[in-house]
């Protein structure tokens, strides 16, 4: 699937639409697309070919366990009155997420 960091311009540098395993890949320790990529030709420094992928991937594959993700929250008055069940979306990676669930942490930005 194709993911990006949503803070960022798609035409930005770490804006780049990556192939990854998740939709919350940006969300993961693993995410680091400014470190990946494939490159053609003998000046490969210079000629990106556009293809990014996420960084385990890259290496190794796909980890065997699914690191937890750390999601962001923009800090809204509905946001801070949050209870468990309600669902927000987070502004990296675009994913709704289920408040109370364990299953990710969260940072809230301003």
């Known amino acids: 699937m194709k993911v990006r960091d ?6 930005s540098y770490k804006g780049y639409e990556i192939d990854c395993p998740y939709v919350d890949c940006p969300c993961l320790p693993c995410y680091e697309v400014q470190n990946c990529g494939y490159y053609v030709g003998t000046d490969s420094f210079y000629n990106p070919s556009g293809n990014f992928d996420c960084k385990t991937r890259v290496h190794i594959g796909c980890l065997n366990q699914k690191p937890r993700p750390k ?3 923009e800090n809204t008055k509905e946001f801070q009155n949050r209870k468990a069940g309600d669902i927000f979306r987070c502004i990296r990676c675009g994913q709704l997420c289920k408040i109370g669930k364990g299953e990710f942490d969260f940072e809230i930005i301003n």
């Open 6 to 11: 949503r803070r960022y311009e798609i035409i």
């Open 71 to 73: 999601h962001l929250f």
